[in-house]
Nanobody, 120 residues
Framework: QVQLVESGGGLVQAGGSLRLSCAAS????????MGWYRQAPGKQRELVAG???????SYADSVKGRFTISRDNAKNTVYLQMNSLKPEDTAVYYC??????????????WGQGTQVTVSS
């Protein structure tokens, strides 16, 4: 059993900052790629940022230069620092992780989502 628990969402004014966290726990041998996705009302879920085990990062064009993804492998945690937030960043943010369990099972896991609302 693997769980991803997110925290850090909320309401912020345009130009403000938020930091999201996502901690993985349970039957975990190794966590491979981790990432953050978001889904706005009426839109498809989209990849915001990803990070490999070695720390290589990738970003959606819409957040480059404003968002930073990082991870703490010792804590099985991934972070998303969001600066210069815009109203169009309003969405439910989900973390995702590719996890290998001690039993050898590979799975793709999701957090429950955390709401980020940016007011203009």
């Amino acid at each position: 059993q693997v769980q991803l628990v997110e925290s850090g969402g909320g309401l912020v004014q345009a130009g403000g900052s938020l930091r999201l966290s996502c901690a993985a726990s349970g039957n975990i041998f190794k966590i491979n790629a981790m990432g953050w996705y978001r889904q706005a009302p009426g839109k498809q879920r989209e990849l915001v940022a990803g990070i490999t085990t070695g720390g290589s990062q990738s970003y959606a064009d819409s957040v480059k230069g404003r968002f930073t993804i990082s991870r703490d492998n010792a804590k099985n945690t991934v972070y998303l620092q969001m600066n210069s937030l815009k109203p169009e960043d309003t969405a439910v943010y989900y973390c995702n992780a590719a996890i290998l369990s001690w039993s050898g099972r590979r799975g793709d896991y999701w957090g429950q989502g955390t709401q980020v609302t940016v007011s203009s």
